[in-house]
């Protein structure tokens, strides 16, 4: 239920727009994209994979942000995370487009 | 306190299942609990790589191994090299020269000759390279069905290197464990070569004849080395594990020092495997004692083939007879050997 | 490895622990329940139970879809799978899971085709390859994987494929939360949200979960910096007295959820009106079936299952430690008759059940001051 991996997307299928070839430090798999279609992923895209399906994209700007939390963790900054967490700010444009996150 | 397993465990099952072949718990329990009370007398001992045997005087080592893989040609190798390297390396790890290899083919009707040619081949390229004597052998032919292309049994002889010895009991708290090289790339090589699983990698298989390595570390720091094992089937793990359960100490590895390839990680990430329960066919484990660790990896390192040798981890008296994994962060995790063979995982 | 490696920082992690300690009042002791069979398999992995204080105390949730199948479902399958042309297909986490009569791994030793795929777009392909023979999928998993079996069958059903059904075992999570705040043996104060279930069913799914019962939740990703952050996330919620749904996994989880992933589910499957959960009993509304419209590509509905009902030996204590009341060491037959190598029950088998994973990575640990009490 739970194993899912992150990985770059390399390339598109050139017969099939649903399949594309995924790296994973230098593994590669044709991961299906079909999950995706409403937003598809375009080389360089990093997806989630799992069963060999992408399950969604992974926002480096989230990723980043929260690197960005856990390092301030038990700082001054406790209360600005606080707020983040609620998910209640603006959050920085992101690849979902409006409408994704609340 | 050193314990040698003193309950015998009395093989129950009903029948054979692959499980007892893959090197797990399942294998030894039919080694412990049938061929050993049959074969080995009364008190065998921990069960080695190889047996170690007397013969006017001279101290040979023996060993015999079988091979059945799939596919039989791989990236970095194919049964034959297997066959060779991994009788040399049985022998290397109990401390031996291997002197000479006889081999016994189990064909299935119906093979083709260019393949049987191509493996005869690389076997002879493997001997050659490890300094081996191919001294004789014997060919059997079954119906078509029953041998999967062929098996390859080996068995070798050897001449014990002076100023090594090596047994479980001598291992003692504080001694350094030291790994030859990364790990996993032969077994993950194998199971992306079965083409099941759609996955790809730049990767092949590490099958190669340690000897050279064993020679430097014994040459430099021969008088340390308390135990050897080369670890096939079942990984580190298994091989930690036996000699855990051996020597009754508790052996604490450093999830942080051992190395392994990025793509054999990946691919273990991928499918949620454990690296340290996958085959390597050119790596080997050693106990040293603390004070000669150092020199002992100095002495791989310099030799070519063992750049990558790193210290592991060490000897502590708890958890006893188990293997813990240790993180930078203070969290830990006991590693276990497993039944059967990995499995792949999506959950 | 990129989005992984740096949510593995040991020093990050280090920080991450001190939070927590800081943050849990001494006078309280925390149970929190991490859904998620993943969550419970790296937590052990990771030994993060190490970094907790002794009075945060982590309990294992039904989110296995392995450990919550009946046993009789796994008769089921085999015995459909038994007919010469046949090729039973399916995860590695499902081979060695023991039915009546042998798991699919001793089946295959007896000479049926089991083969292991890492997707079900890999068993479409078996079929679309060996077409003389009907590749049968046995499809498990919480509403993770079924996005993924539904596409395949809608690409099955396209292609008009005749030799490939699935034998669908999904399950849906909320009903599985439900049961366990149902229970009246249950104290919680919190839920470590199951992020990869998430990515398909959003946030939203959780809101009764706060604002009915009273208790926090926060969807956490897999890695240790996500499950210790999604617990200091937890911790403060608990000492301010709130109650919420917040999304630590971000990165990944989009509030709303995956609406191609859901809108797939709902051209292909349909809410059993109940289904039996091992250890669980039968709960009403909890796992999907294939509509009329994929019949063909139905195991079910194409041929005739046995239906058998196995009931579990009454000492195995699965579904106590299923819902978090026992813990494993505490079921008679853990490390006895219950082992990996032998197992009664399937928590025991599967890689995220918390009979296996504390049997495997846990129980001989050295016993430490905080380990003592948490276990």
Same mark, same amino acid.
């Given at each position: 239920?739970?194993?899912?991996?992150?990985g770059k997307i390399v390339e598109l299928d050139p017969q099939n727009a649903n399949l594309a070839l995924v790296d994973v430090v230098g593994v590669r798999r044709k991961v299906d994209? /079909?999950?995706?279609?409403?937003?598809?992923?375009?080389? /360089?895209?990093?997806?989630?994979?799992?069963? /060999?399906?992408?399950?969604?994209k992974i926002s480096e700007a989230?990723?980043?942000?929260?690197?960005?939390?856990?390092?301030?963790l038990g700082e001054a900054a406790a209360a600005m995370e606080e707020v983040r967490g609620y998910g209640l700010q603006e959050d920085p444009p992101d690849q979902y487009g409006k409408g994704w996150k609340q | 306190m050193a314990t040698i397993p003193a309950a015998k465990i009395r093989f129950r099952e009903p029948q054979i299942e692959m499980a007892h072949g893959a090197g797990g718990k399942a294998s030894r329990r039919l080694v412990e609990g049938l061929f050993a009370p049959l074969l080995f007398g009364a008190s065998p001992g921990p069960l080695g790589d190889a047996a170690h045997i007397q013969i006017n005087g001279t101290r040979i080592a023996m060993t015999t191994d079988s091979f059945v893989v799939k596919p039989l040609r791989f990236p970095g190798g194919s049964i034959g090299e297997l066959a060779i390297n991994g009788t040399v390396n049985d022998l290397a790890v109990s401390g031996a020269r291997a002197e000479a290899i006889v081999v016994t083919f189990v064909l299935e009707a119906g093979l083709p000759t260019e393949i049987l040619e191509a493996e005869v081949r690389a076997m002879g390229q493997a001997a050659e390279k490890a300094g081996v004597r191919i001294a004789g052998g014997d060919t059997k032919v079954v119906e078509h069905g029953k041998a999967d292309k062929m098996y390859i049994s080996t068995t070798g002889i050897g001449r014990l290197l002076s100023g090594v010895e090596i047994s479980p009991q001598s291992v003692q708290l504080g001694d350094k464990v030291l790994l030859s090289g990364p790990i996993g790339d032969h077994g993950i090589t194998i199971l992306l070569a079965r083409g099941d699983l759609d996955l790809e990698a730049n990767l092949t298989s590490d099958t190669r004849s340690v000897f050279p390595l064993v020679d430097s570390l014994v040459q430099a720091a021969g008088a340390g080395v308390r135990w050897m094992r080369d670890p096939t089937r079942g990984g580190v793990a298994t091989s930690l594990n036996e000699l855990a359960r051996d020597c009754g100490h508790g052996i604490v590895l450093f999830e942080e020092k051992i190395p392994i390839r990025d793509s054999v990680r990946g691919a273990c990430e991928l499918l949620g495997l454990d690296p340290l329960h996958i085959a390597n066919e050119g790596q080997f484990l050693a106990i040293v004692s603390a004070e000669l660790a150092d020199t002992a990896l100095q002495a791989l390192r310099a030799t070519p083939g063992g750049e990558e040798a790193q210290l592991i981890g060490e000897v502590r008296e708890q958890p006893e007879s188990s293997v813990l994994v240790t993180t930078l962060y203070g969290g830990s995790r006991i590693v276990d050997m497993l039944v059967g063979d990995p499995l792949p995982r999506i959950c | 490895?990129? =989005?992984?490696?740096? =949510?593995?920082?040991?020093?990050?992690?280090?920080k991450a622990g001190e939070e927590i300690r800081k943050l849990a009042d001494p006078s309280r002791h925390y149970r929190?329940?991490?859904?998620? +069979?993943?969550h419970t398999h790296a937590i052990y992995r990771f030994g993060l139970k190490d970094l907790l204080p002794v009075n945060v105390e982590l309990i294992h949730g039904p989110g296995c879809p392995?450990?919550?199948?009946?046993?009789? $479902?796994?008769?089921?399958?085999l015995a459909l799978a038994a007919e010469p042309n046949f090729i039973f297909a399916a995860f590695g986490d499902m081979m060695r899971v023991p039915g009546t009569n042998g798991s699919p791994l001793e089946y295959k030793a007896r000479g049926m085709d089991v083969r292991i795929v890492y997707s079900p777009a890999d068993a479409l392909k078996l079929a679309r390859n060996n077409p003389g023979k009907h590749v049968m999928f046995f499809a498990i998993g919480f509403e993770t994987t079924a996005p993924s079996t539904a596409l395949t069958l809608v690409r099955a059903k396209a292609e008009d494929l005749q030799n490939f059904s699935v034998f669908c075992n999904h399950v849906t999570i909320i009903p599985a939360i439900r049961a366990i705040l149902d229970s009246p043996d249950m104290r919680l104060d919190g839920f470590v949200g199951p992020g990869h279930v998430s990515t398909v069913i959003g946030c939203r799914p959780y809101d009764w979960i706060a604002k009915d019962e009273g208790k926090p939740v926060v969807v956490s990703g897999f890695e240790p910096l996500d499950i210790l952050q999604s617990i200091v996330m937890l911790l403060r919620q608990l000492r301010n007295g709130e109650a919420k749904v917040e999304n630590q996994y971000k990165r990944v989880v989009p509030w709303e959820g995956n609406r191609a992933a859901l809108r797939a589910m709902a051209e292909v499957f349909e809410l059993r009106p109940y289904f039996e959960w091992r250890g669980l009993g039968f709960i009403?509304?909890?796992?999907?079936?294939? $509509?009329?419209?994929?019949?063909?590509?139905?195991?079910?509905? $194409?041929?005739?299952v046995p239906g058998v009902r196995v009931t579990d030996p009454k000492a195995a204590q699965c579904?106590?430690?299923?819902?978090?009341?026992?813990?494993?060491?505490?079921?008679?037959? =853990? +490390?006895?008759?219950?082992?990996?190598?032998?197992?009664?029950g399937a928590l025991m088998v599967s890689s995220e059940g918390s009979c296996a994973a504390y049997y495997n990575y846990e129980h001989r640990k050295p016993v430490t001051i905080a380990s003592a009490a948490a276990f």
């Open positions: 239920m739970c194993l899912a991996i992150p994209l /079909g999950l995706l279609q409403d937003e598809p992923p375009v080389p /360089g895209d990093w997806v989630l994979i799992h069963v /060999g399906f992408a399950m969604s989230d990723a980043a942000d929260q690197m960005q939390t856990l390092t301030m | - | 490895m990129k =989005f992984v490696d740096e =949510f593995r920082s040991p020093e990050l992690i280090t929190i329940m991490e859904v998620c +069979g993943g392995v450990c919550v199948l009946p046993m009789g $479902r796994i008769d089921d399958g009403s509304q909890s796992a999907l079936k294939i $509509r009329a419209g994929y019949a063909q590509w139905d195991s079910e509905q $194409r041929f005739t579904g106590e430690v299923l819902k978090g009341v026992l813990k494993p060491a505490q079921c008679k037959l =853990f +490390g006895r008759e219950c082992t990996p190598e032998q197992p009664v």
